[in-house]
Each structure stands twice: as C-alpha cells, then as structure tokens.
C-alpha cells in the first residue's frame, strides 16, 4: 500500500514564499514521475510541475520561473518551492507519484496526496 502525504501549506501574503514537501511511503519499487497539481476553487484540478526520474522537468506556463521542483533528500520525496507567490496560486495542492508497487515494471500506478491548501492573501 503506498500513501503519499503532503506538507507546508499555509496562508502567505502576495510576493511571499512557501516550500511544499511531500513524502511516498509504502512499497514502492520503481518511480516514473513526481508531480504537483493543484486545484483552485470552481476549477479543474491543473498539473503544476512534474519531475520525471530521468531528470526532465516541466511547468505550467503560469508558474515558471516562480515555482522549482525538486527531488527531497530522502527517498521517495519531492518538494516545491513557490516564490513570487498570487493571489490566483490559491487552491489545494496535490502531489502525485507515478510508480510500481512491485517488483515487475507495469508502466506505473497512479498515487495521489489528500492535498494540502496554500491561501496567498494579505
């Protein structure tokens, strides 16, 4: 059973900064892709930025050069710094995983965060 929990969301006035983290536990043996989505209120759930395991990173046009995403220190960890933070960055942020929970390569599992909220308002 793989659980994928996120951190470090909180309320930050505009122009501010917030690292999120998120940590995978559980049995996993191979990593495709680490990922934060997020999703505002009234609006489709959108990807923020994506990490694949070979190292290429993707953002959404709205947030790069703002937002870095980044392998944690631990295994099976991702985190996202956000600078230079909106009020439209408000919504919940989901962190996902794209892995195999087994030993056999199935092309990956889909595992996604309960979300954690990060409110950029003064």
């Known amino acids: 059973q793989v659980q994928v929990v996120e951190s470090g969301g909180g309320l930050v006035q505009p122009g501010g900064s917030l690292k999120l983290s998120c940590a995978a536990s559980?049995?996993?043996?191979?990593?495709?892709?680490m990922a934060w989505y997020r999703q505002a209120p009234g609006k489709e759930r959108e990807l923020v930025a994506r990490?694949?395991?070979?190292?290429?990173?993707s953002y959404a046009d709205s947030v790069k050069a703002r937002f870095t995403i980044s392998r944690g220190n631990a295994k099976n960890t991702v985190t996202l710094q956000m600078n230079s933070l909106k009020p439209e960055d408000t919504a919940v942020y989901y962190c996902?995983?794209?892995?195999?929970?087994?030993?056999?390569?199935?092309?990956?599992?889909?595992?996604w965060g309960k979300g954690t909220l990060v409110t950029v308002s003064s």
């Open positions: 996902y995983f794209d892995a195999d929970p087994g030993p056999v390569a199935a092309g990956g599992t889909d595992y």
């Open positions: 559980g049995t996993i043996f191979r990593v495709y892709a």
């Open positions: 990490l694949s395991s070979v190292g290429t990173i």
